[in-house]
C-alpha cells in the first residue's frame, strides 16, 4: 500500500523560499511518476510540477517555471519541490501525487486524474 505525507510548509514572507518534501511509503518508489499540485481557497486544485522515475526529465507549471525545482531521491523515497521568489498567489494546499504509470509524456502528467496515490497535503502562507 502507498502512502504520501508531505511536509515542510508554512508561513513565508513574500519573495522567501520553502521547501517542500513528499515521503513515499511502499515498494518501488523509483518507478512513479511525481507529481506536485496545489490548491487554493475556493480554487480548482491546479498542477505545479511533474518528475519522471529516474528525475531526468521535469516538467513546470507556467506560474511557477523559472522560481521552482522538483527532484527526488529514490534511495531516501522523498520528492521535493523548493520554490523560490514567493507570491501570494503561491498560498494554496500542496499536494503530491504519483502513479505507477510511464505511458504518457511527462507533460501530459499535468492533469491530476493521471495520479493514483495522493497525500494531505500541506498548508503554503504567503502574505500579499
Known amino acids: 500500500q502507498v502512502q504520501l505525507v508531505e511536509s515542510g510548509g508554512g508561513l513565508v514572507q513574500a519573495g522567501g523560499s520553502l521547501t517542500l518534501s513528499c515521503t513515499f511509503s511502499?515498494?518501488?518508489?523509483?518507478?512513479?511518476?511525481t507529481g506536485w499540485f496545489r490548491q487554493a481557497p475556493g480554487k480548482e486544485r491546479e498542477f505545479v510540477a511533474a518528475?519522471?522515475?529516474?528525475?531526468?526529465?521535469?516538467y513546470y507549471a507556467d506560474s511557477v517555471k523559472g522560481r521552482s525545482t522538483i527532484s527526488r531521491d529514490n534511495d531516501k523515497n522523498t520528492a521535493y519541490l523548493q520554490m523560490n521568489s514567493l507570491k501570494g498567489e503561491d498560498t494554496a494546499v500542496y499536494y503530491c501525487?504519483?502513479?505507477?504509470?510511464?505511458?504518457?509524456?511527462?507533460?501530459?502528467?499535468?492533469?491530476?486524474?493521471?495520479?493514483?496515490?495522493w497525500g494531505q497535503g500541506t498548508q503554503v502562507t504567503v502574505p500579499s
Open positions: 511502499g515498494r518501488s518508489f523509483g518507478t512513479y511518476v
Open positions: 518528475i519522471n522515475w529516474s528525475g531526468a526529465t521535469k
Open positions: 501525487a504519483v502513479v505507477q504509470d510511464a505511458r504518457y509524456r511527462l507533460t501530459d502528467y499535468d492533469n491530476r486524474d493521471r495520479y493514483k496515490y
